[in-house]
Each structure stands twice: as structure tokens, then as C-alpha cells.
């Protein structure tokens, strides 16, 4: 007598190959990314006068380069500083929300202008990457 998986006795169910499965749409994820940046917002009071979800991160554009020392305190990561030829710098946050059990990691990069030279605390100062 054969045991082969298609031998058991009950009913059978069908099994979709991974590569078929649905993914989730753009707005979903977009949707999702915003919602959980929003609570996270609605929890900690963070600054945050505009937010753009999209659905591989959510960028915050915020008003004064200080304004990333909340964020920092909050959820750490590393800080880029890309300087353009009209004289301003942006800061860049890069951090994330920790996956839990209703949703993946939230990739957030919160974004500051600054004149080039303007004086930065000096906490936002040392979480630039070298």
C-alpha cells in the first residue's frame, strides 16, 4: 500500500505555488505605511507637518532641521547630509518602525532642510553617518 501526501484519506485542499500568490496592491501598502506612521504620530506627539506614504516608506518633511532630535530620541538611525549648489543642505533621517504582529517594518525617512552652515544641535550633528 502506497503513503504518498495525495494518498491520505479526507478531503484535499489546493495549495498555491508562492510565486502565484497575490501580492498586496501599491495602495495597500501605501495605506498601511501612512496608518502606521499616523498612530506612531498620534502616540508620541512627533513633529510632522507633512507626511507622503508610498508604499516602499513614508517620507516626513519637516519644518527645522531640530525638529529630527524628537525622532532620534524616538526611534534612532542614521542621518545623511546631502548639500545642494543653491546653498541648503538636506538632512535625511533613515529609520524604521519595528515589524509586530499585525504588519511588517515601516521604512520612514524623515526629511529637513538647512542652510549650509546653520548651526544643528549637536545631538542631530552625531547621528550622521560617515
Known amino acids: 500500500m502506497s503513503t504518498s501526501p495525495t494518498d491520505l484519506p ?3 485542499i489546493a495549495v498555491m505555488a508562492l ?3 497575490p501580492l498586496p496592491s501599491a495602495y495597500a501598502l501605501t495605506r498601511d505605511n501612512g496608518n502606521a506612521v499616523e498612530a506612531l504620530l498620534d502616540r508620541t506627539g512627533l513633529p510632522a507637518p507633512t507626511l507622503v506614504p508610498q508604499p516602499d516608506a513614508v517620507h516626513v518633511m519637516l519644518a527645522d532641521v531640530d525638529d529630527l532630535a524628537p525622532w ?13 549648489a543653491v ?5 535625511t533621517l533613515h ?11 515601516v521604512r520612514i525617512e524623515v526629511h529637513a532642510l538647512a542652510v549650509s552652515g546653520q548651526f544643528v544641535l549637536p545631538s542631530v550633528r552625531a547621528a550622521v553617518a560617515s
Open 95 to 105: 529609520t524604521q518602525l519595528v515589524a509586530n504582529r499585525r504588519r511588517g517594518a
Open 19 to 21: 510565486n502565484k500568490a
Open 72 to 84: 532620534l530620541a524616538e526611534l534612532e538611525g542614521r542621518i545623511a547630509v546631502t548639500p545642494s
Open 10 to 12: 479526507g478531503e484535499s
Open 87 to 91: 546653498g541648503l543642505d538636506t538632512w
